[in-house]
């Protein structure tokens, strides 16, 4: 097992009716910003009941229009809002976009420099933030309990990550009746995605770190299970619940203890939704498959160990078992209306353009072995 | 699924050579008092460790002393150390009693009024504590990485627990290498424990909550594996990693997320270890079989899934797999040591006084149904 620390401090307020708790979590006189994104939650009702709870106690104000793979631009708006309103306290009411975005807000808004260099670490480093907690509407980036984030710069079309432990999330509430209302490309993109975040800490090589494969398997087993009734059955509240807790388990942390980690297929997809818009999740699909074929060899162990225990495959060859594990993702994810080919999105790729980016990235060197070199990733990105 | 809260602020810094971190995670100009138990601290080296990294930067004072099922009177000696020298971090370095203790001093320091009410719920509420971190040495409890203790006050011969989010530890070191000196005694003990506690939360009866299921069944997999390398190899770090890991997920709450808990077999044990001084771990192994059997019906559905997914017992009525599985589940507890009976380790008990105590600590309606009476206590009692 691998030397780790384990640190995550955002409290979990999840179930039925859980929003009108929310002023319990607040600080007490807290000038509160509602930030969100279009009208999805203002159709379902959410908003209205976020803003019902906190009208006796607290001043607040509203900032909608954070996009999915938030703008620089606009959150910049948001920075503006808050210190003109002298906002202490954020509250995204949405999905891993609104939330993401808000976390750049809460570091933005107390940096003393262009708060671009937050981002391309160029600047001071951030020794504040504004505290912030979450309603989530969407299961899928994990970003309610963990202190990461993804901003999109429109102007340069560049996607870039962010880190910092003050950014975790003071409290998240997570009622899984508010994703009754998603659409379904949501719903299949985020069963996709918390699929994929597990993946990237299970899937590298065997580490004898019991508890997180363990772990790992049993969100992945989990995704599987509940996936039809997700897409099938609008309100079914135990696919939904079960589904809201995978989503935020597979990415807060816990199972990364003590194994390897690859993020070959999220730092590749990442390139691909900032030049072609195309969903993150959809990205991620198209890649994973490709990324383990050309690296079957080096995965091998963890291969065998994902396509007996997951997808319970005990019969033939080594190669034979993996081929399967590997078929039964790719239908998994076609079932979830998930595409094999970029083409089949109808986009035509910059091969030349997409490495360029990602060696202006420093994307040069990734995977558990960090030999997924620009040659490699050029072969995931010519198969794809 | 149930609704539930998960909240667990306390960084967990694990692996080989992570005692060295300690300063970095100590408030600056800290006073801090090191808290231990007996020798073992003193013979492994692991408390000379620890001073080596204090004493450059930090004024530190030592507390010896802190017993098995630590005493209240004990502790309070703590408290007049901790006002004396005006300590204002506590760093608790053993085991689950050590750190329990720590976390009562935490409490009791600050507490204005008499700190046995602390335990007895019955003076005003606490309200603050002294910040707190542990260096494990004996994976067991799991009070490494929650906010709860059992104190025994020696004098009346009662062990009670408390609990508070204040006195979570705000860190903990887990290395694994100072568990290599600990007696086989301790060890057995540690991995019977830690199954326990899982089960606690495990087995009482289906709310279609996947994730904490799953992850339960890898915490029990997990323990059923490593034990005899556990017991036999001295020094694997392998097996003793996944053995300290596995112990604190058991009790940091993550099992707990969504479903309902029983916590009859320690409430009962309480009573034993009070009474007759037999080791905790030792109590449960004897109460948990018992308990099993007596309430076959109510946790047929949580038994059968144990049975199938934990054992890998698939053929059979769903009789023969449950007896099975209790077969095997006192099976292992023996391959680590433990009697069946508790006049195999010399106890006559006194069943009258037994219940009256129980009745006394207000254990009348346990179990997930709460429908464990002082009746069905005495049939549990009678059997072991």
């Known amino acids: ?196 975040h597990t993946i990237e800490q299970y899937l590298t090589y065997p580490t004898d770190a019991k508890i997180p494969d363990y772990f790992a398997e049993g969100v992945l087993k989990t995704l599987i299970e509940i996936a039809p009734d997700v897409i099938n059955k609008k309100d079914d509240y135990s696919s939904r619940a079960n589904f809201m807790w995978a989503a935020t388990i597979a990415l807060n942390g816990i199972l990364a203890t003590g194994v390897p980690e690859d993020w070959t297929t999220h730092r590749i997809g990442h390139e691909l939704t900032a030049l072609y818009g195309l969903d993150h999740a959809r990205t991620l699909a198209l890649i994973l498959p490709v990324l383990w074929t050309l690296k079957k060899d080096e995965k091998i162990a963890k291969l065998l160990q994902y396509a007996e225990r997951v997808w319970n495959i005990t019969t033939g060859s080594d190669d034979e078992k993996v081929n399967l594990a590997i078929t039964k993702t790719e239908q998994f994810f076609q079932s979830l209306g998930m595409k094999m080919k970029l083409s089949d999105y109808g986009i035509k790729k910059d091969l030349d353009l997409l490495i360029e980016r990602l060696e202006l990235h420093g994307q040069t060197a990734l995977g558990e072995h960090q030999n997924i070199t620009l040659d490699v990733s050029r072969k995931i990105l010519s198969a794809i």
Request: proline share 6%; hydrophobic share 40%.
């Open 1 to 196: 097992m691998q030397n780790f620390q384990f640190y995550n401090p955002t409290r979990i307020i999840f179930g039925q009716d859980t929003i009108k708790e929310l002023p319990k979590y607040l600080p007490k006189k807290a000038r509160v910003l509602v930030l969100y994104g279009g009208k999805s939650v203002i159709n379902n009702g959410t908003l209205e009941e976020v803003k019902a709870v906190l009208s006796t106690d607290f001043y607040y104000q509203e900032f909608q229009g954070i996009e999915p793979n938030p703008h620089f631009e606009t959150l910049m708006r948001a920075v503006e809002v808050v210190k003109k309103n002298k906002i202490d306290f954020l509250l995204a009411v949405g999905g891993g976009s609104v939330i993401d975005g808000t976390k750049f807000i809460a570091q933005a808004a107390l940096y003393r420099d262009d708060p671009w260099k937050i981002l391309t670490q160029t600047g001071p480093a951030v020794t504040a933030a504004l505290p912030l907690g979450t309603v989530l509407t969407l299961p899928a980036t994990g970003s309610e309990m963990n202190c990461r984030g993804v901003i999109t710069r429109a102007e340069t079309q560049e996607k870039l990550s962010f880190r910092n432990e003050l950014i975790f999330p003071q409290f998240s509430v997570l009622d899984p009746t508010k994703t009754y209302s998603l659409p379904q490309r949501q719903l299949e993109n985020g069963l996709v995605d918390s699929f994929v």
